[in-house]
C-alpha cells in the first residue's frame, strides 16, 4: 500500500493563479481531510469528506473548494490564490468515524504564493 | 471552544536523557487524546492514543496518561535517542461525529549524541 500520496511536494504560484493539490489514498479509506500547517498554529481543518459526494467545510474554508468524485481521491482547490495561503498542506484519511479512529496523513505540499 | 496547549519549544536534550512533553486541553465533555509524530520532510504519525480518563496510551517507549483531574496528556520517554528528533503534536477528539482534530502547536525535541 503507497498509503496517503500527495503531488506536488512543493508549487509557487504568484499571486491570483489557481491550482489544485492533488491527494490520494488507496486503504479503501471513507474519511478525508485536508489541513494547513503554519508556524505556531499546529494544524487547522480546512474541509473534510465523510465519503464520495460528501464534504463540508472545517475551521479555515475561505478560498479553497474539494470534491469528492471517488472514495481514493480527494483534490484540494485553490481559487485564487493569496499570499496569506502560502503553507504547508496535508491530506489525511480515516477509515472510521469512532473519535479513537487513526488518521493517515500525506508528506504534505509546501505551497508559497509570491 | 476546544483547544490544547502544548509546552514551546525545542526542548533540546541529550541521548539518554528523560522526556517529558506536557500538554493540557481544554474540552466541553471527554475527547479521545493524541500524539502524533512528524519527522522532518514527512507528514505526521500516530504514535499513541487514550480514549478515556486514566488510559494510558504507548508505544516506542513513549507514554502518555489521559488525566481528567487536570485535562492533561504528558509524553514522556524514559531515555530518548537521536532518532526521537522530530516534532510532537498533541491533538484531541470530541466523541461526535467526524473526527476533527483539534491541535496543538507542536514541540520540536533535538536530541543530541
Known amino acids: 500500500n503507497a498509503g496517503v500520496t500527495q503531488t506536488p511536494k512543493f508549487q509557487v504560484l504568484k499571486t491570483g493563479q489557481s491550482m489544485t493539490l492533488q491527494c490520494a489514498q488507496d486503504?479503501?479509506?471513507?474519511?478525508m481531510s485536508w489541513y494547513r500547517q503554519d508556524p505556531g498554529m499546529g494544524l487547522r481543518l480546512i474541509h473534510y469528506?465523510?465519503?464520495?459526494?460528501?464534504?463540508d467545510q472545517g475551521e479555515v474554508p475561505n478560498g479553497y473548494n474539494v470534491s469528492r468524485s471517488t472514495t481514493e481521491d480527494f483534490p484540494l482547490r485553490l481559487l485564487s490564490a493569496a499570499p496569506s495561503q502560502t503553507s504547508v498542506y496535508f491530506c489525511?484519511?480515516?477509515?472510521?468515524?469512532?473519535?479513537?479512529?487513526?488518521?493517515?496523513f500525506g508528506p504534505g505540499t509546501r505551497l508559497t504564493v509570491t | 471552544g476546544n483547544s490544547v496547549t502544548q509546552m514551546e519549544g525545542p526542548v533540546t536534550l541529550s541521548e539518554e536523557a528523560f522526556l517529558t512533553i506536557n500538554c493540557t486541553y481544554t474540552?466541553?465533555?471527554?475527547?479521545?487524546l493524541f500524539w502524533y509524530v512528524q519527522y522532518p520532510g514527512e507528514g505526521l504519525q500516530l504514535l499513541l492514543k487514550?480514549?478515556?480518563?486514566?488510559d494510558k496510551g504507548s508505544n516506542k517507549g513513549f507514554e502518555a496518561t489521559y488525566r481528567k483531574e487536570t485535562t492533561s496528556f504528558h509524553l514522556e520517554k524514559g531515555s530518548v535517542q537521536v532518532s526521537d528528533s522530530a516534532v510532537y503534536f498533541c491533538?484531541?477528539?470530541?466523541?461526535?461525529?467526524?473526527?476533527?482534530?483539534?491541535f496543538g502547536t507542536g514541540t520540536r525535541l533535538l536530541v543530541s549524541p
Open positions: 489525511a484519511s480515516s477509515e472510521g468515524l469512532a473519535s479513537g479512529s487513526e488518521q493517515y
Open positions: 486503504m479503501n479509506h471513507e474519511y
Open positions: 469528506s465523510v465519503g464520495a459526494g460528501i464534504t
Open positions: 474540552a466541553t465533555g471527554y475527547p479521545s
Open positions: 487514550a480514549t478515556k480518563a486514566d
Open positions: 491533538a484531541l477528539n470530541m466523541n461526535t461525529g467526524f473526527q476533527k482534530l483539534v
